[in-house]
Antibody
Framework: EVQVVESGGGLVKPGGSLRLSCVVS????????MNWVRQAPGKGLEWVSS????????NYADSVKGRFTISRDNAKNALYLQMNSLRAEDTAVYYC???????WGQGTLVTVSS | ATQMTQSPSSLSASVGDRVTITCRAS??????LGWYQQKPGKAPKLLIY???RLQRGVPSRFSGSGSGTDFTLTISSLQPEDFATYYC?????????FGQGTKLVIK
């Protein structure tokens, strides 16, 4: 059975940092590119970042470039998103998803508010 | 960035109806398009990949078509569980972009 579990969300003040984690099981994580996708409350889906299997091809949405860093540890079947200089507009549910969209986590809520 | 224009933004329909949702890309994305269904409080679920390929486990009443810039998701006979929000996603070039979503509601 495939499991994708995000963690690390919470309430943070503007300008603060958070690190999201996503741990997967049930598929060959090391063979998949992975994505972070977010959804602000009541809004649509927004792609945030992608990383390929070998961590040598990384892309970011312009809205997070220079503030967010995606990484992965294939030995731990884990994907990460380091989020710095957080803004109110980063408030969203953050989903971890495999490339191609087969596998998604349940999401973790990040709230940026003073 | 490739813009994805999805229409309609909302759609009222009845059980048994045939419905069509469209996405138009601002540039040629070949067939690098997926369709997702999302229900409130849940993660998106992949329905169609590569524009027209049915994801395993998805009912055959869902179908996708198109290539290049114009794409369509069709539900041939709506079932009660199909009332949800639908999104297209292009993964041809970065940044990946979603359509704005179509909320399908019961008439």
């Amino acid at each position: 059975e495939v499991q994708v579990v995000e963690s690390g969300g919470g309430l943070v003040k503007p300008g603060g940092s958070l690190r999201l984690s996503c741990v997967v099981s049930g598929f060959t994580f090391s063979s998949y590119s992975m994505n972070w996708v977010r959804q602000a409350p009541g809004k649509g889906l927004e792609w945030v970042s992608s990383i390929n299997s070998g961590s040598d091809y990384i892309n970011y949405a312009d809205s997070v470039k220079g503030r967010f860093t995606i990484s992965r540890d294939n030995a731990k079947n884990a994907l990460y998103l380091q989020m710095n200089s957080l803004r109110a507009e980063d408030t969203a549910v953050y989903y971890c998803a495999s490339a191609g969209g087969d596998y998604w986590g349940q999401g973790t809520l990040v709230t940026v508010s003073s | 960035a490739t813009q994805m224009t999805q229409s309609p933004s909302s759609l009222s329909a009845s059980v048994g109806d045939r419905v069509t949702i469209t996405c138009r890309a601002s540039q040629d994305i070949r067939n690098d398009l997926g369709w997702y269904q999302q229900k409130p409080g849940k993660a998106p679920k992949l329905l169609i990949y590569a524009a027209s390929r049915l994801q395993r486990g998805v009912p055959s009443r869902f179908s996708g078509s198109g290539s290049g810039t114009d794409f369509t998701l069709t539900i041939s006979s709506l079932q009660p569980e199909d009332f949800a929000t639908y999104y297209c996603l292009q993964d041809n070039n970065y940044p990946y972009t979603f359509g704005q979503g179509t909320k399908l509601v019961i008439k």
